[in-house]
């Protein structure tokens, strides 16, 4: 099941300078609404329902965890940015830029101020043609159609000419010549929810670590003395289970595998939570199974200030973790850092997230990508 929702938008524009309209919106969409994943090719058109000049159209597909009231909302706030006036005259009338929200998901919704699919996206090529350069697997959730079907049963005549192609926002972000990025953060930093959401806007697959199904978890938290070896032995060989099957049947030259985890973390943790001569014994154990660990193309640390940390585990309500103290944080912290100095040979990109919230702030998304082609292009 997708973390985000997939979300159609159609664009339009026969006033000033038609190209710029539609190169200005997509930006603002990306920067402001939902991670623009795919731009169909821009199309011209001639003017539906009333006589003026052609029009420029074209279709995205965004990522969003917004509803599609917000997502309304949003699209009238672009509108205004970029310079449309709405009036109250009635029928179809010239516009600088028109944002029409086609689908969101395969979901039916019919209210005063919105409906979804689109109630004319099947008579209007203009619509149609750009739907079907996205190349989606998505069905009319009414008419049980999918955009190619729409097209062909379509009864609208006007011709609609290909100008263009159209460049993506995420076009320069080459994430997939990594092929096996991995995420990493103390308690509490979002980097299952980071990984995940960039696996779905990459179309990437996902290695995620499996924490709560770990039965010494809860105990651990309870009682450390006793439950530490138990704990960090049973993540370690979990660990290593899930990343040896995973990575194997994902083919590490091909597929492009982002994952909430690296191997290491494991020594980091056993390093504060063991005992010395329990940590000699892991330590024995652990070096003989890292040697045989694919190492990631890409490590990223997100770093946290433990304030932040410790809002975020309270905000996700697990039990368990709502005692820890901010000075196991710190330790934690700063066997990450350490690690970090002693890895000659690891790509490593640190991305201070403190002050971000990257799952509701699109800005805050885009500035993780930001850093991320920064380390692309050096």
């Known amino acids: 099941m997708k973390s985000q929702h997939q979300v159609i938008l159609s664009l339009g524009t026969n006033e000033g300078n038609r190209l710029e309209n539609i190169e200005n919106c997509i930006a603002l969409i990306h920067q402001e609404i939902g991670t623009v994943i795919k731009v169909s090719k821009l199309y011209e058109s001639p003017s539906w329902g009333f006589d003026s000049d052609a029009f420029y159209n074209c279709a995205v597909l ?3 965890t917004s509803s599609a009231q917000k997502i309304l909302s949003q699209v009238l706030k672009v509108e205004k940015k970029l310079g449309r006036v709405r009036t109250n005259k009635l029928g179809y009338q010239s516009r600088l830029i028109d944002i029409d929200l086609i689908a969101f998901d395969e979901e039916i919704i019919e209210s005063e101020k919105l409906n979804i699919p689109h109630s004319l996206m099947q008579n209007r090529n203009f619509v149609l043609l750009p739907l079907q350069d996205l190349n989606l ?7 049980k159609k999918t955009i190619s079907e729409l097209l062909n049963d379509s009864e ?6 290909v100008v263009q192609q159209l460049k993506s926002p995420l076009q320069s972000i080459v994430l997939e010549q990594f092929n096996y990025v991995a995420f990493e953060g103390n308690i509490g930093a979002g980097k299952t929810t980071l990984a995940t959401k960039i696996a779905e806007d990459f179309n990437a697959k996902t290695v995620l670590e499996r924490f709560a199904d770990n039965p010494f ?3 651990f938290y309870k009682d450390q003395n006793r439950y ?29 595998i982002v ?45 946290q200030n433990s304030d932040r940390l410790l809002q975020n585990i309270k905000k996700r309500g697990r039990s368990y973790e709502q005692e820890i103290p901010a000075d196991y944080l710190e330790k934690i912290n700063s066997g990450y850092l350490d690690y970090i100095k002693s890895q000659t040979e690891l790509n490593v990109l640190i991305i201070d997230v403190s002050d971000r919230d990257f799952v509701k702030n699109q800005e805050d998304y885009l500035f993780v990508l930001e850093e991320i082609q920064k380390k692309i292009d050096n």
């Open 62 to 64: 965004i990522h969003t």
């Open 137 to 143: 697997d998505w069905k009319h959730p009414v008419l």
């Open 259 to 303: 994952a909430d985890y690296h191997i290491f973390k494991s020594l980091i943790f056993a390093k504060i939570t063991l005992a010395e001569d329990e940590y000699r014994l892991y330590r024995n154990l652990f070096d003989i199974i890292y040697k045989e660990m694919p190492k990631p193309d890409l490590y990223i640390y997100l770093y």
């Open 156 to 161: 609208d005549e006007s011709v609609c000419k």
């Open 228 to 256: 530490a070896f138990p704990l960090e032995m049973s993540f370690l060989a979990d660990r290593y289970q899930q990343l040896s099957d995973d990575l194997a049947q994902f083919d590490l030259f091909k597929d492009f």
């Open 217 to 219: 978890l809860p105990k």
